[in-house]
C-alpha cells in the first residue's frame, strides 16, 4: 500500500547547527507534502508545506525540498534553536481521498545547548 | 486567539462506559476532523466531515462515532471504550482539501 518512509527517527544536533529530515513517498500521483511539528502535549501545528509543481520553498529559517523523480522531499532547518526541540512529521497527500494524508512515523529532533 | 478548541483536556472513563468528546473551530472551515494519536506515532485518521457530509475511513472501529450540528462544533462519541482506546484524540480543521490542518491541543484519554 501507499506509505512514507521517515528518516531519522531521532536527531540530536547543536544549537546553532542544521537539521535535515528526509522522507520518501510511495504513490507517484501524491501533489502535496506538508510539514508538521508537535511539541509535548501540544497538537500538531503546520510548518511549511510544499505542492508537485514546486522544488522548493522556505520560510525563514525553515525550507522544504521536493524530487518528485526520486520521490523524496526533505525539511531543512538552520542556525536551530531550543525551541526548535519537537517530533516532526512528513506527510503526503493519498490519490482517490483529498482529506486523508499518509502521515510518516515522525522525527524527534533534539537541540542540544 | 485559539481556532481549535477541544474539551476536556484530559478525560478518565471507565472499561465500556460511553464517553463523548467535545471540539469547537472559530475558523469557520468546512471541513472537521477527528484523529487518533498514540503514543509516539503518527496521528490516525478516524473520520471527516465536508459541511454535514460524513466521512469515515474504512478502518475504524464501529466504537468511534461522530456529530457535527453545525459549522463549529464536532463531537467524538465512543460507545464503549476498550483499553485499546487510550489514547490522544485530535480534532482539526481545514478550509478544504489537501489544505494546512488546524490542530486543536487535544484531549488525552485514559480507560480503566
Known amino acids: 500500500g501507499e506509505n512514507v518512509e521517515q528518516h531519522p527517527s531521532t536527531l540530536s544536533v547543536q544549537e546553532g547547527d542544521s537539521a535535515v529530515i528526509k522522507c520518501t513517498y510511495s504513490?507517484?500521483?501524491?501533489?502535496?507534502f506538508p510539514w508538521y511539528k508537535q511539541e509535548l502535549g501540544k497538537g500538531p501545528q503546520l510548518i511549511i508545506d510544499?505542492?508537485?509543481n514546486v522544488g522548493e520553498k522556505k520560510d525563514q529559517r525553515i525550507a522544504v525540498t521536493l524530487n518528485k523523480t526520486a520521490k523524496h522531499f526533505s525539511l531543512h532547518i538552520t542556525e536551530t534553536q531550543p525551541e526548535d526541540s519537537a517530533v516532526y512529521f512528513c506527510?503526503?497527500?493519498?490519490?482517490?481521498?483529498?482529506?486523508?494524508?499518509?502521515w510518516g512515523a515522525g522525527t524527534k529532533l533534539i537541540i542540544k545547548p | 486567539d485559539a481556532m481549535v478548541i477541544q474539551n476536556p483536556r484530559y478525560q478518565v472513563t471507565q472499561f465500556g462506559k460511553p464517553v463523548t468528546l467535545s471540539c469547537s473551530q472559530t475558523?469557520?472551515?468546512?471541513?472537521m476532523y477527528w484523529y487518533q494519536q498514540k503514543s509516539s506515532q503518527a496521528p490516525k485518521l478516524l473520520f471527516h466531515?465536508?459541511?454535514?457530509?460524513?466521512?469515515n475511513e474504512a478502518d475504524t472501529p464501529d466504537n468511534f462515532q461522530s456529530r457535527r450540528p453545525n459549522t463549529s462544533f464536532c463531537f467524538l462519541d465512543i460507545r464503549s471504550p476498550g483499553l485499546g482506546d487510550a489514547a490522544m484524540y485530535l480534532c482539526?480543521?481545514?478550509?478544504?482539501?489537501?489544505?494546512?490542518?488546524?490542530f486543536g491541543s487535544g484531549t488525552q484519554l485514559s480507560v480503566l
Open positions: 482539526a480543521a481545514s478550509r478544504g482539501a489537501d489544505e494546512k490542518l488546524f
Open positions: 475558523l469557520n472551515h468546512n471541513v
Open positions: 466531515y465536508y459541511d454535514k457530509d460524513f466521512n
Open positions: 504513490d507517484s500521483a501524491s501533489n502535496y
Open positions: 510544499i505542492r508537485s
Open positions: 506527510a503526503a497527500s493519498r490519490t482517490g481521498s483529498n482529506y486523508q494524508l499518509i
